[in-house]
């Protein structure tokens, strides 16, 4: 296989492969590459829908009393005809031992007659009776080329309908560009369309109009949660050498195009272990909100199910939604607890879901860029923790003195009091030990108590419900301790 598809469905047909799954979601472009493959083999080329039967391309009628599935791959199998067989929505009909017995025969008299029934489907997982039997041909997702052309004959389809004003700097179309990569060509067509023809424009603003509707497109699919960015990397206090490692990459999310030819690839993420409540989930909005992308969050027990396969099967389904949708932010919180090392509880379930995902991670050609944080550094697998499979492993430890005067002066503008009323060097002082989370929490207590007796919050307060909220650095001492010799060697430092 060299990455061809017309190259690699051919190579199938010719080591007698009888059936065949062509790996997309869009039935258009499996049939324009079954045409393509049927021409150069000479070979006769059949579709079948559901709803129509058996027909033969580009003839008018189809073969009667086809449209059930049994009878269609009956007729495959009586007919003499050197053909490919392509059957749109059959799939979902592989789990019915009947259908999968008569594919089988199918296949096996087509061998004879070099050809093949083909199936198209994304994410497809086929039964244990036919994974030997059916070879698969991967269709890439288009190149940014294909868009770039289909945004110019959108452009010129809608102009000869309507007048259109196109304000795209060079840069806005290959942000538009870098967003609809993933989609099908005719999700992305109907979506310029409707960019155009809402307003008669095509400008920066449409960049964002195109994140809005990669949202439903998550939403749709149930497995992954759209979540909203929150605060820039500049309102995020410490954590230093992340930032900066984190703003070096973000030059690359304002011109790709720059980057790529200078030899450089889209990031593929971070691995952040550290101390709970010190700014790792908070990373990942922020990481999504200063370069502009969607940001998504893949909750592992959202994946688990009781049914054997199912959990794998719809982790498959959610890497390759985040694919599709690229380039995006995907958010993976307390990883350990989706690749758990050790233990054979669930049957083994965890360690096939991590083995689909370390393949992933290392093979993936889409966009995406993976922020996962975990808490227990025990639990983490090692095979998650070699190198390559993230660009960098930070260990994000608890605030130092600075860092906790700059979290109380956020977390008190954000309630809307004045930092210069308050005490900020001596809030620090006196909460060594203390997590982000837990100085958020200490100001909001501290509000609702000023709150409550009508009076203003002070610095008093403030300290006052520092001492009667014990910290995580009392409360987690040999956990802390733990961790930090763990990440000693192994991580670099992200405060």
Not at 58 to 81: F, K, R
Not at 308 to 336: H, Y
Not at 423 to 451: H, I, K
Not at 464 to 489: C, D, H, M, Y
Request: proline content about 5%; some cysteine; aromatic content about 6%.
């Amino acid at each position: 296989m060299n990455g061809d598809p017309l190259h690699d469905l051919e190579l199938l047909i010719r080591c007698r492969y009888g059936a065949l799954l062509i790996d997309t979601a869009e039935e258009d472009r499996a049939e324009a590459l079954l045409e393509r493959a049927a021409k150069r083999l000479q070979l006769a080329l059949f579709g079948w829908r559901r709803a129509w039967g058996l027909w033969r391309i580009g003839a008018p009628n189809a073969v009667y009393g086809t449209q059930d599935p049994h009878a269609a791959l009956a007729h495959v199998i009586s007919s003499e005809l050197p053909a490919l067989y392509l059957f749109h929505g059959l799939t979902a009909d592989l789990d019915n031992p009947e259908v999968a017995d008569l594919l089988r025969a199918a296949a096996e008299r087509l061998v004879g007659r070099s050809g093949a029934v083909v199936l198209s489907g994304a994410g497809v997982v086929l039964p244990e009776s036919l994974r030997t039997v059916v070879g698969t041909v991967h269709i890439p997702v288009p190149a940014r080329a294909e868009y770039g052309s289909l945004l110019q004959r959108v452009v010129q389809d809608t102009s000869s309908r309507m007048r259109v004003d196109v304000s795209l700097t060079p840069q806005d179309q290959d942000r538009l560009l870098a967003n609809v990569q993933g989609l099908a060509l005719a999700e992305a067509e109907k979506l310029m369309t409707r960019l155009i023809v809402e307003d008669g424009r095509l400008d920066a603003d449409d960049v964002m109009r195109v994140v809005e509707a990669k949202r439903d497109l998550v939403q749709r699919g149930g497995l992954l949660e759209y979540c909203p960015t929150g605060e820039a990397l500049e309102e995020i206090a410490d954590l230093v050498n992340l930032k900066k490692w984190l703003e070096k990459r973000r030059m690359f999310m304002d011109d790709p195009q720059r980057g790529t030819q200078f030899g450089l690839e889209f990031p593929r993420g971070v691995l952040l272990v550290g101390v709970p409540g010190c700014g790792k989930s908070l990373c990942a909005k922020a990481v999504a909100a200063a370069w502009g992308l969607p940001l998504v969050k893949l909750d592992p027990s959202a994946l688990y199910d009781k049914y054997i396969g199912e959990t794998e099967q719809n982790f498959r389904k959610a890497i390759s939604a985040a694919d599709r949708l690229a380039p995006l932010v995907l958010w993976i919180d307390e990883i350990e607890k989706a690749f758990a090392a050790g233990g054979d509880e669930d049957g083994g379930t965890s360690q096939r879901v991590l083995g689909t995902f370390l393949s992933w991670l290392q093979e993936r050609r889409g966009d995406v860029f993976v922020v996962a944080t975990a808490n227990d550094v025990q639990r983490l697998p090692a095979e998650l923790l070699r190198k390559g499979r993230f660009d960098e492993m930070f260990f994000v430890d608890l605030p130092d003195e600075a860092a906790r005067a700059l979290i109380f002066d956020i977390h008190l503008r954000k309630r809307k009091q004045d930092p210069g009323h308050f005490d900020l060097p001596l809030l620090a002082r006196e909460s060594e030990g203390y997590s982000g989370a837990e100085l958020e929490q200490v100001v909001v207590s501290a509000l609702y108590t000023a709150f409550a007796t009508n009076a203003p919050l002070t610095t008093d307060l403030l300290v006052n419900e520092l001492k009667q909220t014990p910290p995580i650095v009392s409360t987690a001492r040999e956990k802390i301790a733990f961790i930090r010799a763990w990440a000693e060697g192994r991580t670099v430092a992200a405060n």
